[in-house]
């Protein structure tokens, strides 16, 4: 089947790698130029020449050029995974057949944005990948199959992002080969069920120490790499914290946001009625820390506080 795809990340990568090593007829790729802070932006150039695979930059799948590039292919199957805008309902009409698209939420539930920092953040045990066909409505087209994802105390958006990755891999090798066969799966969502997170920016990763530690082991790991990461201010300095240890229960009652002491690999850092440990940090642009390098490196101190703001005053 002549196949079109159009992708700029890791997921939307090993997807292509899939299709290339069960023979899909990829008549073109469309990708990004490179664009700074993008984390999960790879490049596809030399897997396209590796292949033999047309590749096209652009910064929008919906202009003319791109929309003709994509009829002149006559396309069966259109991919999009891992693109930051809605396609259009022209280029969603260029497949004789369908276009597909995946996402990290168990649709309907976790429609939108950030699904799953989102679903780490909220302490959810399970969350999907969902494979799906795309209509004008995002996230809204009838399935072709979904794989769980379950989400272990011990894992981070980072980890997460790996198992999405993988399921990925597994949702390609799977259903390709029913598509060569005429066989499309296709079941309708049920909209009535559906839920939706709203968009993140960077700077919504402010860390308010008032919550109670699991809520902000929560908030840290959903946050962690590939995304920007929660952060906080010490020193006039913005900390960003990319690790913690799971709570477990001991308290020590400190001012929120205080360090109350030292691990060597840890620092204990007061929240609701508790503390919580932070293993890794990065003062601004710094190489990141442990936290006991912290206080070596920077020269801070138990009693020390992080704030909300360079300039919070107790």
Same mark, same amino acid.
């Given at each position: 089947?002549?196949?079109?795809?159009?992708?700029?990340?890791?997921?939307?990568?090993?997807?292509?790698?899939?299709?290339?090593?069960?023979?899909?007829?990829?008549?073109?790729?469309?990708?990004?130029?490179?664009?700074?802070?993008?984390?999960?932006?790879?490049?596809?150039?030399?897997?396209?020449?590796?292949?033999?695979?047309?590749?096209?930059?652009?910064?929008?799948?919906?202009?003319?050029?791109?929309?003709?590039?994509?009829?002149?292919?006559?396309?069966?199957?259109?991919?999009?995974?891992?693109?930051?805008?809605?396609?259009?309902?022209?280029?969603?009409?260029?497949?004789?057949?369908?276009?597909?698209?995946?996402?990290?939420?168990?649709?309907?539930?976790?429609?939108?944005?950030? !699904?799953? %920092?989102? $679903?780490? @953040?909220? #302490?959810?045990?399970? *969350?999907?990948?969902?494979?799906?066909?795309?209509?004008?409505?995002?996230?809204?087209?009838?399935?072709?199959?979904?794989?769980?994802?379950?989400?272990?105390?011990?894992?981070?958006?980072?980890?997460?992002?790996?198992?999405?990755?993988?399921?990925?891999?597994?949702?390609?090798?799977?259903?390709?080969?029913?598509?060569?066969?005429?066989?499309?799966?296709?079941?309708?969502?049920?909209?009535?069920?559906?839920?939706?997170?709203?968009?993140?920016?960077?700077?919504?990763?402010?860390?308010?120490?008032?919550?109670?530690?699991?809520?902000?082991?929560?908030?840290?790991?959903?946050?962690?790499?590939?995304? !920007?990461? %929660?952060? $906080?201010? @010490?020193? #006039?300095?913005?900390? *960003?914290?990319?690790?913690?240890?799971?709570?477990?229960?001991?308290?020590?009652?400190?001012?929120?946001?205080?360090?109350?002491?030292?691990?060597?690999?840890?620092?204990?850092?007061?929240?609701?009625?508790?503390?919580?440990?932070?293993?890794?940090?990065?003062?601004?642009?710094?190489?990141?820390?442990?936290?006991?390098?912290?206080?070596?490196?920077?020269?801070?101190?138990?009693?020390?506080?992080?704030?909300?703001?360079?300039?919070?005053?107790?």
């Amino acid at each position: 089947m002549r196949t079109v795809f159009i992708s700029q990340n890791e997921l939307g990568f090993a997807c292509l790698e899939e299709l290339l090593d069960l023979g899909a007829d990829v008549r073109h790729v469309f990708t990004k130029p490179t664009t700074p802070n993008i984390s999960d932006q790879v490049a596809f150039g030399p897997l396209c020449r590796s292949h033999g695979v047309p590749i096209t930059e652009t910064e929008s799948a919906n202009d003319d050029t791109t929309v003709a590039t994509i009829r002149e292919c006559d396309p069966d199957l259109l991919f999009v995974i891992g693109w930051s805008e809605l396609v259009s309902e022209t280029v969603l009409n260029t497949p004789s057949v369908t276009a597909l698209g995946m996402h990290p939420a168990p649709l309907p539930r976790g429609r939108g944005r950030a !699904p799953l %920092a989102w $679903s780490l @953040i909220k #302490g959810l045990d399970e *969350t999907a990948l969902s494979f799906f066909h795309l209509v004008e409505e995002a996230d809204a087209g009838d399935l072709v199959g979904q794989k769980p994802l379950p989400i272990g105390i011990g894992d981070d958006a980072g980890s997460m992002y790996q198992k999405m990755i993988n399921a990925g891999r597994a949702l390609i090798q799977e259903y390709y080969p029913k598509f060569e066969q005429g066989v499309i799966p296709r079941t309708p969502q049920e909209d009535e069920n559906a839920t939706w997170w709203p968009r993140r920016k960077p700077e919504h990763g402010l860390i308010d120490w008032r919550r109670s530690p699991r809520d902000l082991y929560n908030w840290i790991r959903g946050q962690t790499r590939p995304y !920007p990461g %929660a952060f $906080s201010y @010490i020193g #006039g300095q913005k900390v *960003t914290i990319w690790a913690a240890n799971p709570p477990d229960g001991d308290t020590a009652f400190v001012r929120p946001g205080e360090i109350s002491y030292n691990t060597g690999d840890a620092i204990g850092v007061g929240v609701w009625e508790s503390t919580i440990e932070i293993t890794e940090l990065q003062v601004e642009t710094d190489e990141p820390v442990t936290g006991g390098e912290f206080l070596e490196a920077y020269d801070f101190q138990t009693g020390d506080q992080f704030r909300t703001s360079v300039g919070q005053r107790d």
